[in-house]
């Protein structure tokens, strides 16, 4: 419910704005989600971490959550908008269990969902500050997908979100293959993880990795991955020339 | 410092505002600044603001958002209550204000701290800020003050203090944020809430510990210079 006058500066050059609504820019934010298929179904990795800024200031938020029966769904971007997302989706498989037909929405009809919402959304100028990983397995059939904010979406064998499309990719176009075992996987998630724990600013050391398969969802307790700098050069990098870094 | 904020410039909290959780029930705190640019407006304002019997809310950022907010959400929950026929859960009131605060997100500029006891969950703090992000916690912190707490909090909370230990955390804390925030001052100002009631505390700043390069207030020089002065040092 809106209650208030929209904020205009008099010198605006925007055309009337009284009753519009656009997401200006985000708040409080999530980093990198980085998802892949294996053997068995789908293993996600997502941080813990809300960023507010440049502060990292929540340290315990959840940035994957299970959807109906089969499918998994990770969010980086605005909390609120992914919290939004969950309330919608809430809604959408409440409605399908009411049918009570025996049939249940798919991780392919969950992800087409997003990408119509998503979409529109961006249509309007009023984005849902997201990009999304959606991940499940049905009837035998493992599907892992992503929408961004602006509705781009596709499917793939391995995808991730924010600096994970720059850092974590390479890696696993690099050592995906087919039929992953679980603990390969495992060690494929924590080694981008660890990469991003590096290089990503807003990444915190806490993480959890989630699994989906036939038989249902997992997502694990809250850990920390261990860091290397025993690095000899790491010792005293401006010894070769003082004053640098 | 921000030269185009004059008098004239909407009020708006600087603030430090804090919620802890305790074995029992929760302890809300406050400074009490409210300023408009750099000109106090009110020296003694009282940021932490009761929707029901059970239920308060700690305020910042915007003064007449955060107002406009919590008037409307003790109104809802008013009805709810009698609809209900029991008291409101703190979880209602928390998703309540997360409603307009995110539904809202381009228009208000407030943050806010929810802390209340009810017989289903206990003591319950939720934090919700720009955006409209709804976040329980064991502890939150939030206006500009919060800043330098951060550090504070990751070396001082603990899980399962009493009421005493959490209250003292509280005053120290808000107290510490006065002394290096421009934007809060004044009073600190607590609310404790468990399953016997609720408690108001007040905390003039004359009665608080001082910190680093604070002195002792003093009524005058003249206090000063007719005490005796000190006896010479015997190496």
């Known amino acids: ?245 | 410092m921000d030269l185009n904020m004059d008098l004239n410039a909407p009020h708006s909290m600087g603030t430090t505002i804090i919620g802890v959780t305790y074995n029992g029930g929760v302890v809300l705190g406050a400074d009490s600044r409210t300023s408009t640019g750099m000109y106090v407006a009110n020296r003694a304002s009282d940021k932490i603001t009761q929707l029901t019997d059970n239920v308060y809310v700690c305020r910042s950022g915007s003064a007449a958002d955060s107002q406009l907010v919590s008037d409307y959400v003790r109104y809802f929950l008013h009805q709810h209550t009698i609809q209900l026929g029991q008291p409101a859960t703190v979880k209602v009131a928390a998703n309540l204000i997360r409603l307009l605060s995110y539904n809202n997100k381009n228009m208000l500029e407030t943050g806010l701290i929810v802390g209340g006891w009810d017989k289903y969950e206990g003591g319950k703090i939720y934090g919700i800020p720009l955006g409209g992000t709804l976040i329980e916690q064991p502890f939150a912190i939030g206006g500009s003050g919060s800043s330098y707490l951060y550090g504070f909090f990751d070396q001082a909370w603990k899980e399962g203090m009493t009421k005493d230990e959490a209250e003292q955390l509280v005053v120290k804390a808000v107290s510490l944020a006065i002394a290096r925030d421009g934007a809060s001052g004044g009073v600190v100002r607590t609310v404790v809430i468990n399953s016997e009631g609720v408690t108001r505390n007040f905390y003039p700043g004359d009665k608080l510990q001082l910190w680093h390069e604070e002195l002792e207030p003093q009524n005058s020089l003249l206090d000063i210079l007719s005490s005796p002065s000190p006896e010479p040092m015997n190496i």
């Open chain 1, 1 to 245: 419910m809106n209650f208030m006058a929209s904020k205009q500066p008099e010198n605006s050059l925007l055309g009337p704005e009284a009753d519009s609504q656009r997401t200006l820019y985000p708040y409080v934010t999530g980093t990198s989600v980085v998802a892949l298929k294996y053997k068995d179904g789908i293993l996600m990795a997502a941080d813990m971490g809300g960023s507010y800024g440049s502060t990292l200031r929540y340290k315990s938020v959840e940035r994957m959550k299970p959807i109906g029966k089969h499918s998994l769904l990770g969010a980086s971007g605005e909390i609120s908008d992914f919290q939004e997302i969950l309330h919608y989706l809430d809604e959408l498989i409440l409605y399908d269990n009411m049918w009570d037909d025996g049939n249940s929405l798919g991780p392919k009809e969950v992800h087409n969902y997003l990408t119509r919402v998503m979409y529109n959304r961006r249509n309007k100028f009023n984005p849902l500050w997201n990009s999304l990983v959606l991940g499940g397995v049905k009837n035998g059939q493992k599907y892992l997908g992503t929408v961004s904010m602006i509705g781009v979406n596709f499917e793939d064998n391995h995808v991730a979100t924010g600096f994970g499309n720059h850092l974590a990719r390479p890696i696993l176009r690099q050592e995906w293959h087919e039929n992953l075992s679980f603990e390969d996987g495992v060690r494929l998630l924590e080694k981008c993880m660890r990469v991003l724990l590096y290089r990503d600013r807003s990444a915190i050391n806490k993480l959890q990795i989630a699994k989906i398969t036939e038989e249902g969802m997992t997502i694990s307790q809250p850990y920390s991955l261990k860091t290397y700098w025993e690095f000899s050069a790491f010792a005293n990098p401006a010894q070769g020339a003082v004053g640098s870094w």
